[in-house]
């Protein structure tokens, strides 16, 4: 499910973790406030990153490709609480390096 930067704040602000799936020199560049750098092609590790399944996540990364590959993986992989805020672009507020 696609989400807002507004509705990715809310939602951070309950609990729900927001993954960057963009290699970790994307993520060096600027990411999200609080956000976790888990790139896409390491989604195996997304368990112990995670934690229990029922915990929100957001993924987001460059473009929105990778984002919404790392959705289904997850959704795929136990978890039914995942939205995809797509690209970086789409955040509206400062990035943290």
Do not use: F
């Amino acid at each position: 499910m696609k989400i807002s930067a507004a509705e990715t704040r809310r939602l951070a602000a309950q609990g729900a973790l927001i993954l960057d799936v963009r290699t970790p020199q994307e993520y060096a560049g600027g990411h999200v406030p609080g956000a976790v750098n888990l790139p896409l092609s390491e989604m195996t590790a997304a368990r112990e990153i995670i934690g229990a399944d029922d915990r929100p996540v957001i993924v987001y990364c460059q473009s929105g490709a990778r984002s919404a590959r790392a959705a289904a993986v997850l959704r795929a992989g136990g978890w039914e609480k995942v939205y995809d805020l797509g690209s970086i672009g789409c955040w509206d507020g400062e990035l943290e390096t």
